[in-house]
Nanobody
Framework: QVQLVESGGGLVQAGGSLRLSCAASGRTFSTYTMGWFRQAPGKERELVATINFSGANTFYTDSVKGRFTISRDNAKNTVYLQMNSLKPEDTALYYC??????????????????WGQGTQVTVSS
C-alpha cells in the first residue's frame, strides 16, 4: 500500500512558477513509476508528466514541454513537479499517482494504482 500526499499548489500570476511535491509512504517508493496528472473543471484527467523508478526516463505532455520538469528523490520518498512560465490554461487540480513496481514509464491513468487527493493550481491572467 502506498499513500500519497501532494503539496505546493496555490494561486500564481501568469508567467510565475510553482513547485509541487508529492510525499509517499512505504519502503517501495523507489520501485514505482510516478506521475503527475491534472483535471480542470469539465475536462478529463490528463497526464502532465511521468518518471520511471530511477529517474532516467521521463515523459511530458506536449503542452508543458520546456516549462515543467518532473524529478524524484528516492531517499526522501518524494516526487516533484517544477512548473515555470505558468499559463491560465494550466489551472487545474493536480494529482500525484504511483504505478508499479515497474521499470517503464506509464502514460494511461488506468496504469496507476495509487492516487493522492490533489492540490489546486490556479493561474490568473
Amino acid at each position: 500500500q502506498v499513500q500519497l500526499v501532494e503539496s505546493g499548489g496555490g494561486l500564481v500570476q501568469a508567467g510565475g512558477s510553482l513547485r509541487l511535491s508529492c510525499a509517499a509512504s512505504g519502503r517501495t517508493f523507489s520501485t514505482y513509476t510516478m506521475g503527475w496528472f491534472r483535471q480542470a473543471p469539465g475536462k478529463e484527467r490528463e497526464l502532465v508528466a511521468t518518471i520511471n523508478f530511477s529517474g532516467a526516463n521521463t515523459f511530458y505532455t506536449d503542452s508543458v514541454k520546456g516549462r515543467f520538469t518532473i524529478s524524484r528523490d528516492n531517499a526522501k520518498n518524494t516526487v516533484y513537479l517544477q512548473m515555470n512560465s505558468l499559463k491560465p490554461e494550466d489551472t487545474a487540480l493536480y494529482y500525484c499517482a504511483a504505478a508499479g513496481p515497474r521499470a517503464a514509464i506509464a502514460i494511461m491513468p488506468r496504469e496507476y494504482e495509487y492516487w493522492g487527493q490533489g492540490t489546486q493550481v490556479t493561474v490568473s491572467s
